[in-house]
């Protein structure tokens, strides 16, 4: 949009900038990426698919990405915007209600459909990522729709539920889900209840980034260190702090 | 600035502008000025603070020890360095003073003859300034949390009273009836506002997770309950229910032109509304740091370009910008929780009360004297007046 004149918001640049505050001292080796779909790719590469055996496609939580990108509800639109697009899928992944999971819309189809060779589901699910996931971007979806607008029959339903396409939410009413997904949450909530442990109990608790990515994790954590500091950034379970040494990350008492 | 000085001078640029241009830089630069203080009356935590509209020169407070006291904010003394006074108060020793804590406190909207108090000994007094007794007791079957008269009335004179009770009360202060009854709500009401921009547009939030908007002319329900998906029942986690947060809410405020409405809830979200549609602008502002188990008292700017909002969190005050989300930054210096904060319209000051019984005066420090300039300050009186800063 052109504008004949500034905005009274540009005179003032409301996050204070002192020169060179992103080049502190030690951390800060990448620069800020403007595009979300760029951090998304960034972030989908620390998801670890040898753990899974390359059965789930690679899901990111919407909440990190906030973790790299200061503006929160531009994250938000352009997420919008993309699962608009039919680009990406956002799943309500269950153990929290605020925590959204993000996947590449072809990295799903590619997975569900290698998940499903040889079983007899296969058609029923395949009609169900061809019908339903261009149309509509929901995450969940009732009986009445599935029924009416979609044209499923009962026992398709049923077919689609065993396939871990859909999970079961309400009586009557389904969650859009992953199949396999299981393993994914339960090493997950481990995991980042690890990486919490480590901030909480170290001196004070807080804990340079830097010094916490080269810690040797226990055998609870399973995925890479960073993808958890990730999460907890962006959950705002810690504070992260602009330090002279690099960021420091506070356990936030709750 | 002197761009924007030019430009109104020639005439490129409405005075309004150049206004708000400045409004925005005083808030922008508010911070804890040694100079001034208010005076440390409250022996215990404060809950409630109200400025007055009609000139903003007296405030109000009332504390967990059922204490009220006005303050003088003005300064006529001619130094920098300057306590705001109380003027009068309403203590222990008073015989009508409140047996419990005052929860909420608000002036009478047109002239500083009169006040209301509600408090936790499920009284709400309206009291005479000049005698400092009560003119009216209304007497409630739970604790009062909230109340609040119409700032733009004229057509009536009601108070809408939220309580332990889920019926909000509307008391007319002309005939002291108390007959209209507002349903709807489940549990505790925990806040009640009524709209700066039409006078018979009420909100409440109750402890039910729900915010209604009520019309309190229709004689059936209210207008809107608030949902803080937007109706995209798919993302909530179950179907039937539409709730503005997904824990207790606990603060309301109306933005100055009563277009947009904040809500604070303890699932530590903060959403900004629609006033008109309810809809939810989802604007994400992140934690946002809320234990109270009563209402929350937090503020709007006015007349800036963007609008802030003062949300208390823990103790200290965080800033936001209002359609951004974006934390401007976080305003320390309480020893213990914040429970109130109220912004000063005119002056772009923000008053802030907590448990530690302090109202604290964030004032905007734009340029800071250097030592020689105030010397020589002293030594001339003249056309360089307090700010010692002869360029």
Not at chain 1, 167 to 189: D, H, M, Q
Not at chain 2, 360 to 370: E, G, I
């Amino acid at each position: 949009m052109n504008r004949k004149r500034a905005l009274i918001s540009d005179t003032f640049n409301l996050k204070k900038r002192r020169k060179g505050s992103e080049k502190f001292g030690a951390g800060n080796d990448k620069d800020e990426p403007k595009d979300i779909k760029s951090t998304l790719e960034y972030l989908m590469t620390l998801f670890p698919r040898k753990l899974f055996n390359d059965t789930l496609p690679q899901v990111v939580l919407k909440h990190q990405l906030y973790s790299i990108h200061n503006d929160k509800t531009l994250v938000d639109k352009e997420v919008n915007k993309l699962r608009e697009c039919g680009e990406l899928l956002m799943f309500q992944l269950g153990f929290d209600s605020e925590a959204f999971g993000l996947v590449f819309t072809s990295d799903y189809k590619t997975k569900v459909l290698a998940g499903e060779e040889g079983k007899g589901t296969r058609t029923t699910v395949e009609k169900f990522l061809e019908k339903v996931l261009p149309s509509c971007t929901d995450l969940s979806f009732s009986k009445d729709k599935m029924l009416k607008v979609f044209l499923f029959t009962d026992s398709e339903i049923t077919q689609l539920v065993k396939s871990g396409v859909l999970t079961v939410r309400e009586a009557g009413s389904w969650w859009l889900s992953i199949p396999n997904s299981g393993k994914f949450t339960k090493y997950f909530i481990q995991g980042r209840k690890a990486v919490l442990g480590m901030v909480r109990k170290s001196k004070y608790g807080e804990v340079l980034q830097a010094d916490l990515e080269e810690r040797r994790t226990t055998s609870q954590v399973k995925f890479p260190l960073r993808y958890h500091v990730h999460d907890i950034v962006g959950a705002e379970l810690v504070e992260s702090i602009p330090t002279t040494s690099g960021t420091l990350l506070r356990f936030v008492d709750s | 600035m002197l761009g924007f000085l030019t430009a109104r001078q020639s005439g490129l640029d409405d005075p309004l502008r150049m206004r708000r241009a400045e409004s925005t830089r005083r808030v922008l630069s508010l911070t804890l000025d040694p100079d001034r203080d208010v005076d440390r009356i409250h022996g215990n935590g404060i809950n409630t603070i109200d400025i007055e509209a009609v000139e903003g020169r007296y405030m109000l407070s009332g504390g967990a020890d059922g204490v009220i006291v006005i303050y003088d904010l003005e300064n006529y003394s001619g130094k920098l360095q300057y306590t705001c006074k109380a003027v009068c108060t309403v203590g222990r020793s008073s015989r009508h003073v409140h047996k419990f804590s005052v929860e909420t406190v608000q002036w009478y909207p047109f002239d500083t003859g009169m006040f209301v108090s509600s408090s936790f000994d499920k009284t709400m007094k309206v009291w005479d300034t000049e005698t400092l007794k009560p003119a009216e007791v209304f007497q409630f079957e739970g604790n009062v949390y909230s109340h609040h008269l119409s700032p733009i009335a004229r057509k009536h004179s009601l108070v809408a009273v939220g309580t332990n009770n889920p019926k909000i009360q509307l008391c007319d202060l002309k005939s002291g009836s108390r007959i209209h009854v507002l349903q709807g709500h489940r549990a505790e009401v925990l806040s009640v506002r009524w709209s700066p921009r039409y006078e018979h547009i009420l909100a409440t939030a109750s402890a039910d997770s729900k915010v209604n908007v009520w019309d309190v002319r229709r004689a059936s329900g209210s207008l809107f309950t608030l949902d803080q998906h937007n109706g995209e029942k798919s993302k909530a986690s179950a179907e039937a229910v539409n709730t503005a947060h997904n824990g207790r809410v606990n603060g309301l405020c109306f933005t100055s032109d009563g277009l947009y409405l904040l809500t604070t809830g303890t699932d530590d979200r903060m959403r900004l509304w629609n006033s008109a549609s309810g809809e939810n602008t989802l604007v994400n502002y992140g934690k946002v740091c809320n234990e109270s188990r009563k209402k929350l008292q937090f503020a709007v700017s006015r007349g800036c370009s963007p609008d802030f909002v003062f949300v208390p969190c823990g103790s200290s005050v965080a800033v936001y910008a209002l359609h951004t989300g974006e934390l401007v930054t976080m305003l320390r210096g309480h020893y213990n929780n914040v429970d109130c904060c109220e912004f000063h319209q005119d002056h772009q000051e923000l008053y802030s009360g907590g448990k530690d019984s302090n109202i604290l005066a964030w004032v905007p420090v734009l340029r800071t004297a250097d030592v020689e300039d105030e010397l020589g300050c002293e030594a001339s009186v003249g056309p360089h007046g307090h700010t010692g800063h002869p360029s």
